[in-house]
């Protein structure tokens, strides 16, 4: 049976969940019109979840896909958070605030079964997951009431781990995707492949539907992604203007100017590679650094400065999460930018 079949979709398009800059609005409109939606669950507690998923489920029947982290919380290292404040430290004084004051939090949550309890009455279609799989007791549940489990994959290596925890399906995720890597067997950076030569190679391995991610955005290179094997494509970036999007004027901006055709790899918004338009504060201290504490620890330190400089009309300390390939990032509603994808199903 197809993957769109398994799933209950009309089109093999994936929206990818996308923390920060989108809500359930985005989510239901790309589910209406015949692909399926995601709500990135990550920043979200179980209260506000539910909340989420209770507007979603008023706005379309179709199936969804529900997506979390599922990463290790860190120990705090007070050496190292020590070394982080001090590197922003001249920032802070910039815009006048305390780095002394800077408060604590994660800002991110692992998946676990307080987050399972507040799915489980909705029991979405597919729960996807990002950096790994969750424990095992956790996967079952969410397979008991007949969820697919998807998770991201950045080398082959990760492909067939996954496949060997249960995952129903693998994202092969190509080094020109935005946001955060996925990656969770290494932290080596050169293990990294572009879409095109990850995902043959993803093929190859695995038993299991292959999806294709990072850097397809429009019909094109859907169809290179069929060529190549994968079964469904999942598209992120070209999402980012829709008016269903809850993406900053600032973000918007950015991406429909000539910084989109410049993106890095950092991990000083949140302690973990992700890849967005390069920054001031990605140009002055990275992009990459071991200043920064582990995820998702660096959070805290930078989101009173983004506040700060986003209210002074400056993007300088946001992150502006984008893949390398922002051509078709347009101001046109999600129903628009499926129909144009679909093209390449043909």
């Not at 815009?95 to 399972?116: E, K, M, N, T, W």
């Not at 203007?241 to 973000?251: F, K, R």
Request: hydrophobic content about 45%; proline content about 7%.
């Amino acid at each position: 049976m197809s993957l769109t079949r398994q799933i209950g979709i009309e089109l093999a398009i994936l929206q990818a969940p996308m923390a920060g800059v989108q809500g359930g609005e985005l989510t239901a409109a790309v589910s209406e019109a015949g692909g399926l939606g995601a709500l990135p669950c990550a920043m979200l507690s179980p209260e506000a979840m539910a909340a989420e998923l209770q507007r979603i489920r008023g706005a379309t029947a179709r199936p969804i896909n529900v997506n979390f982290f599922c990463h290790a919380p860190p120990t705090p290292d007070e050496a190292r958070l020590t070394r982080w404040h001090r590197a922003l430290a001249p920032y802070y004084a910039e815009y006048g605030l305390d780095i002394d004051s800077v408060p604590a939090g994660a800002g991110r949550r692992p998946f676990d079964h307080q987050a399972c309890d507040a799915l489980e009455p909705f029991r979405p279609e597919v729960v996807s997951f990002h950096f790994g799989l969750p424990e095992p007791s956790l996967v079952e549940r969410v397979k008991g009431w007949g969820a697919l489990v998807l998770s991201s994959a950045t080398t082959v290596e990760e492909a067939r781990w996954l496949e060997a925890h249960g995952a129903d399906a693998v994202i092969a995720q190509g080094m020109e995707a935005g946001g955060h890597r996925g990656m969770f067997l290494s932290e080596d950076i050169s293990t990294q492949l572009g879409t095109f030569a990850l995902l043959p190679q993803v093929v190859e391995a695995i038993s299991l539907p292959v999806i294709a991610a990072g850097g397809i955005a429009d019909a094109r290179g859907v169809a290179a992604a069929l060529t190549l094997g994968a079964s469904a494509v999942q598209v992120g970036t070209a999402f980012l203007c829709c008016p269903e999007a809850t993406t900053s004027t600032l973000h918007r901006q950015a991406l429909q100017s000539e910084a989109a055709r410049h993106t890095a790899l950092t991990n000083l918004y949140t302690g973990r590679p992700a890849r967005g338009i390069v920054t001031r504060l990605m140009r002055e201290l990275g992009p990459l650094s071991n200043v920064a504490p582990a995820f998702p620890l660096a959070t805290a330190a930078i989101a009173p400065l983004r506040s700060a400089a986003e209210a002074a009309g400056s993007a300088d300390f946001s992150p502006l999460w984008a893949g390398q390939n922002a051509t078709a990032c347009r101001e046109i509603s999600a129903s628009e930018v499926v129909r144009a994808l679909a093209a390449g199903l043909r």
